[in-house]
């Protein structure tokens, strides 16, 4: 027979627990037990703890090489996910940019949903040229 009564739910020992810290820096666990920070490593003028997801598509030969430069560079760099070692890669080459193209003033800003996308955006370019 029942009683009507539900059993109280069980809490976890991590609930209520962050993965990210009160200075906003992510922080992984290592097998040691001991916390390690993941900020990023490159150009911290870039560096922003707003993120925003993207997709986009790039070759398998060369994504298969950034895995494995990512992997086995990890520990030496400083740089624990795929995620971290693009930022970093990123920020690079946005600075070589700034410095080839715009005398290495940062280039304006451009809010997400203000320029044009996909077919139009093509067409577009074609009447630039």
Request: without cysteine; glycine residues 8%.
């Amino acid at each position: 027979m029942s009683t009507g009564k539900r059993p109280v739910p069980r809490k976890s020992a991590l609930a209520g627990l962050s993965p990210v810290n009160s200075t906003g820096e992510s922080h992984k666990t290592g097998t040691a037990g001991n916390a390690v920070q993941t900020g990023t490593a490159g150009n911290t003028s870039h560096a922003s703890t707003d993120k925003e997801k993207i997709t986009v598509r790039i070759d398998r030969d060369l994504l298969e090489q950034v895995r494995g430069a990512q992997w086995s560079t990890a520990l030496a760099t400083s740089t624990p996910s795929l995620q971290a070692w693009i930022e970093d890669a990123l920020a690079a080459y946005l600075q070589h940019q700034e410095r080839l193209f715009n005398d290495g003033a940062p280039f304006p800003r451009i809010v997400k949903n203000t320029i044009p996308t996909g077919y139009a955006a093509r067409s577009l370019r074609k009447d630039q040229s």
